[in-house]
């Protein structure tokens, strides 16, 4: 018997001697009558539909496709489990991230603190700014600017009190439109999406060009994410010793890896080191992924989400016509090349049927 | 129904789906009788010790104690099944790396191949030494010289090509003591302690000084460790185009993290996100990465291989008086930390009943 087998003998062996212990014979009948009552029902319930929130038509076909080809063993297109591995882009994917990213909306509410930390910086541009309140002027920031803010922000503190302080911001944050936390305002169908992938046997990977320790505060709970299948933009962290001699890992203000455009395959070979089967954007920022994942053999799916639903959401990019914003472009050579590489466009208007868990 | 809920009744509904597809009421029948008897033989199994090649002793006991404390739901020390992290150190904790780092023989094999890419470097140090094939200038070589060696022979392949590179080398390049595939070399205690951690729930991963794309293209094989499971020292890649236009990963001279010492801590808050419940190493590179797995709440096992058996395997480090070496430096103050901390320092010659799977 190979170490392998073992080990799966083992496992199967251990599980199962949790499920005996304290477990009598009578009790047992009961249990292998309602498991078959589980298997019973669970088998009426598939019947139904994994992507209730999404009309029918091209964009769904495709993906009921694609998993049916990737998990159907008698496919050519079969993929073994441990090898499907799912990407989701985050802002404006999966989550609003317009007019602002929600990431820029907590590194500027963090100012303030930072500021109260080292007063120097008052006087210092663009805190001074920042700390005027003067909308227009803060949104006239430039992206040097912006870098600074997110340096200062995002470093000097240990990596568990960042994690503190990003979930007490987000659970008192307010979106202005809708007044609801921005963990509200993720999108059903995509939430829906990775949920039928993951039943289908697909790890899901947020692939963020946001902070990667910041989307890993409420991926877990907001997406069923964990920390370790989080790609994000990487800052390094410093391990040395706190007062008390006791090991911490402090936030640098050093850039390892900047998640965005070229540097998403890049992330995904450094975080998975393998090649998505399913690729998820919806800007120029998710171009080099969509390309890496479509670049592998069999069976691939990438998807681009458009933003053509300014009642119940918005509209923006360039693409077919839509107002430019400095936001999530999709252009119109991301449409072209997604034409002409069979990448599905998700039109927000007409492929979801809602957008929010909320519109009930 | 919550989101979540819901996605977990999908989970089971697919799963039985598939199940049943193509299943017909005998056939049903036939697998419920085998499924019982899977579960009775597995229960009978589950009887046995996790642990063969181990000798009773405290470093077995303070093992199954660590087990059994954070998996009993009773237990104050429980810790949920998504929490629970192991952390492998590779070379001289899982394998054999004396007298040499086996990737650094990898490299040195592979000088050859790159002289013959770049034939500008055949009278250039350290490249000329290697060449010449003198063993005892080979072994001479300085750390500088070892870094541009480890450079020059890691980078400016796809990452494709790298994988299938190592691959190839390491079905065919034998150990010279042993006169077998470095591969079979894995201490078989170690292997059997990573398959009874994951039987128990945890998720295993090597935490490795050496190269992360190394040890990932054999990880899963040898370790039953997969690819997004390897933590390892960190080179950049680049994403580009070949000649057809077709999107790839090339290997960059470029280091992002150097995944030894302080780096231990730093690489497995980059590519986990969760601080280890279990750390296992062997030298002074391993000691921040304990430390920061002791320094959490709860139940605690942090483990150093002693290497102190010439006669099945090597013995040295000056810990207890062994030799000193260059390699997986086990120092006396390293063997005092472990004891005033309580971690369990394991004796190869007195731990473990063999070292080897091949040794029946």
């Known amino acids: 018997m190979g170490p392998r087998l073992k080990g799966k003998l083992w496992q199967e062996s251990h599980q199962t001697l949790a499920v005996f212990r304290h477990v009598n014979k ?7 009558l309602l498991t078959w009552l589980i298997l019973l029902s669970a088998s009426a319930l598939a019947q139904t539909d994994p992507l209730p929130s999404w009309n029918e ?14 998990t159907d063993q008698s496919s050519s297109n079969f993929v073994p489990p441990e090898e499907r591995v799912a990407a989701f882009d985050q802002d404006g994917t999966t989550w609003v991230s317009h007019p602002m990213y929600t990431q820029v909306v907590f590194c500027l509410d963090r100012v303030p603190a930072v500021v109260k930390a080292k007063p120097e910086l008052a006087n210092v541009e663009p805190f001074k700014t920042v700390l005027s309140g003067d909308k227009a002027a ?10 600074k803010i997110l340096m200062a922000t995002l470093s000097g503190m240990t990596v568990d009190q960042f994690s503190t302080e990003v979930n007490r911001w987000i659970a008192s944050a307010r979106d202005p439109r809708w007044n609801r936390p921005y963990t509200e305002l993720v999108y059903q169908p995509m939430i829906e999406l990775m949920q039928y992938l993951r039943a289908s046997g697909f790890k899901t990977y947020i692939v963020t060009g946001g902070g990667q320790d910041f989307v890993r505060a409420y991926s877990q709970r907001v997406y069923g994410i ?3 299948q989080v790609v994000g933009t990487m800052g390094g962290t410093k391990f040395s010793y706190n007062s008390a001699g006791r090991p911490i890992l402090t936030k640098e ?9 070229a540097g998403k395959p890049e992330g995904i070979h450094l975080m998975i080191g393998r090649r998505p089967h399913a690729a998820f954007g919806n800007s120029v920022g998710d171009q080099q992924m969509l390309e890496y994942t479509g670049a592998g053999d069999g069976a691939r799916l990438m998807m681009l989400v ?20 400095k936001v999530g472009t999709f252009t119109q050579a991301l449409y072209d090349e997604a034409r002409s590489k069979g990448w599905i466009v998700i039109s927000m208007k007409n492929d979801w049927k809602r957008i929010f868990d909320f519109e009930k």
């Open 26 to 32: 009578l009790t047992f009948c009961i249990m292998v």
């Open 57 to 70: 038509g091209r964009a769904k076909q495709a993906i009921v496709k694609f998993v049916h080809e990737t």
């Open 138 to 147: 803060i949104a006239k920031l430039t992206m040097p600017d912006l870098e």
């Open 226 to 228: 964990p920390p370790e």
């Open 253 to 261: 203000p050093k850039l390892l890896l900047n998640d965005d455009h």
């Open 306 to 325: 458009l933003h053509d639903d300014a009642q119940r959401e918005y509209a923006y990019g360039p693409a077919q016509g839509l107002p430019d914003t």
